[in-house]
């Protein structure tokens, strides 16, 4: 028997957690929360918690990896054992190999890794809690963590996914809508809306996609915005008023 709620959407048009088909969840950020990174992130996006550590510019071992032009950029998905109900199996999967390798080339195109030589720059995430969507919240996180690291790019690269619930288009699933929808469909992008992610899972017509890619960018502008703001208030120094003459 399935566990299917008989409605994923209300008759007036809510989701089940109360949002409405085009809202992202609520998403909260900690910028520099490990001592030993040189840039790290705290995030939480609805029932997700994710952790990201980002070390380097750093001499790349083995030696062998080491490219003489630029550096290497290695990113590691790994999700808890306890962050999911049924106990994640320790160590890589085909599916964390997977995320960690798309991951890393949705950064490819921002990160200047020709100024770095020789060197690996490492992105270690960790989820702590699992809710769906956990790809897109690790990208996030992993943006701000390289910006705390101060590893030069080009601009942030944001990431949310749309996906098909009860047959309407709706934008950032939640595990109960990702278990039981009809498709699943992970973007990142830059600042300048060039697309480094794409992903589907299901099926969808080339309208749907149009209509999903609409709510997409609406969502990852939200998001650029909250990343901008924990940014400026973590870098941004107050300027001082000069004193009133008297
Ligand atoms: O997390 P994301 O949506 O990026 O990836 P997914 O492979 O589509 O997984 C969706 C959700 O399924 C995850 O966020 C977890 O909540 C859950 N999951 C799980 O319960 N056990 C796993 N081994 C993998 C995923």
Redesign the pocket.
């Known amino acids: 028997m399935s566990d299917k709620p008989e409605k994923l959407i209300t008759d007036d048009g809510l989701r089940l957690d109360g949002r409405h088909a085009d809202e992202i969840r609520p998403m909260k950020i900690e910028i520099g929360v490990l001592s030993r990174a040189d840039g790290s992130c705290y995030l939480e996006w609805g029932r ?1 918690k994710v952790l990201v550590g980002v070390f380097g510019p750093r001499e790349a071992h083995p030696r062998r990896s080491q490219r003489a032009d630029t550096a290497v950029i290695r990113y590691k998905y790994n ?1 808890a054992s306890f ?4 106990r ?2 320790p160590g890589p ?1 085909r ?1 964390s190999i997977e ?1 960690s390798k798309v991951s890393r080339e949705a950064f490819e195109p921002v990160i200047m890794a020709e100024l770095f030589p020789k060197t690996a720059i490492d992105i270690f995430v960790e ?1 702590l809690q ?8 690790a990208i996030n996180a992993s943006s701000i963590a390289l910006a705390d690291a101060g590893i030069p790019m080009k601009g942030l690269v944001t990431s949310c ?1 749309f996906g098909k619930v009860d047959g309407q288009i709706v934008l950032d ?1 939640n ?1 109960e809508e ?2 039981h929808g009809e498709a ?1 469909f ?1 973007v990142a992008m830059t600042q300048d809306g060039e697309i480094t992610l794409l992903q589907m ?1 299901g099926n969808l017509t080339p309208d749907e996609i149009r209509k999903g890619f609409e709510l997409v960018k609406k969502g990852c502008k939200e998001i650029l915005e909250i990343q901008q703001a924990v940014l400026r208030k973590k870098f941004e120094t107050p300027v001082e008023e000069p004193e009133a003459e008297v």
Do not use: H, Q, Y
């Open positions: 997700n999700m962050s999911v109900e049924d994640a199996r999967s599916r995320i989820v699992a809710d769906a969507g956990t790809r897109t919240a996914a699933l595990k990702d278990n699943d992970p899972d």
